[in-house]
């Protein structure tokens, strides 16, 4: 608690408002920014998680190069993604990966919680040598999508290529 005396010595010496709190000294710029930025932070971090907006569902990525073959690899984590609503479209040095992850009908259901992303989505992933885009491959199983595209010897005339997809059990 405050005594008496030491409100009125601070409210002399200006530091506090009418309302009875206690107000800083006069701090400098640099320490008022700091002060601002915290409560910026502590602000975003207490948002429960549902409130915030994302972009929908964007699935995971790995891409990698063989050094034996050159053959360059994609594999895109897609689980609950049916491979009839998937698009994948290649040309010398993009590669796009679209399609949508549906919500299951949820007749009857009450939420307490959704963690779980839904929704379109598209990927495009820079590719960063010249690819044989006639040659590419897909194949679908268990939810991972696996693209192969060979590595070409020259670049091709620009062209935009759909590649199908295989479904492997």
């Given at each position: 608690?405050?005594?008496?005396?030491?409100?009125k010595a601070e409210?002399?010496?200006?530091?506090?408002?009418?309302?009875?709190?206690?107000?800083g000294m006069a701090?400098?710029?640099?320490?008022?920014?700091?002060?601002?930025?915290?409560?910026?932070?502590?602000?975003?971090?207490?948002?429960?998680?549902?409130?915030?907006?994302?972009?929908?569902?964007?699935?995971?990525?790995?891409?990698?190069?063989?050094?034996?073959?050159?053959?360059?690899?994609?594999?895109?984590?897609?689980?609950?993604?049916?491979?009839?609503?998937?698009?994948?479209?290649?040309?010398?040095?993009?590669?796009?990966?679209?399609?949508?992850?549906?919500?299951?009908?949820?007749?009857?259901?009450?939420?307490?919680?959704?963690?779980?992303?839904?929704?379109?989505?598209?990927?495009?992933?820079?590719?960063?040598?010249?690819?044989d885009v006639e040659?590419?491959?897909?194949?679908?199983?268990?939810?991972?999508?696996?693209?192969?595209?060979?590595?070409?010897?020259?670049?091709?005339?620009?062209?935009?290529?759909?590649?199908?997809?295989?479904?492997?059990?």
């Amino acid at each position: 608690m405050i005594t008496s005396n030491r409100v009125k010595a601070e409210r002399a010496l200006g530091h506090i408002e009418l309302s009875g709190t206690i107000t800083g000294m006069a701090r400098d710029p640099i320490d008022r920014l700091r002060g601002e930025m915290e409560e910026l932070f502590a602000e975003l971090w207490q948002a429960p998680r549902f409130t915030r907006r994302r972009g929908g569902y964007r699935p995971s990525v790995d891409v990698y190069r063989s050094e034996r073959t050159g053959e360059l690899t994609v594999v895109a984590e897609l689980p609950g993604v049916d491979p009839a609503r998937i698009q994948i479209y290649v040309d010398e040095r993009t590669l796009v990966i679209a399609g949508e992850r549906r919500r299951p009908s949820a007749a009857g259901r009450v939420y307490q919680q959704m963690e779980i992303d839904y929704g379109r989505f598209q990927r495009q992933i820079a590719l960063a040598e010249h690819i044989d885009v006639e040659s590419c491959k897909a194949a679908y199983r268990r939810g991972v999508l696996t693209i192969t595209m060979p590595a070409a010897k020259r670049a091709s005339e620009p062209m935009r290529v759909s590649i199908p997809i295989k479904r492997t059990k």
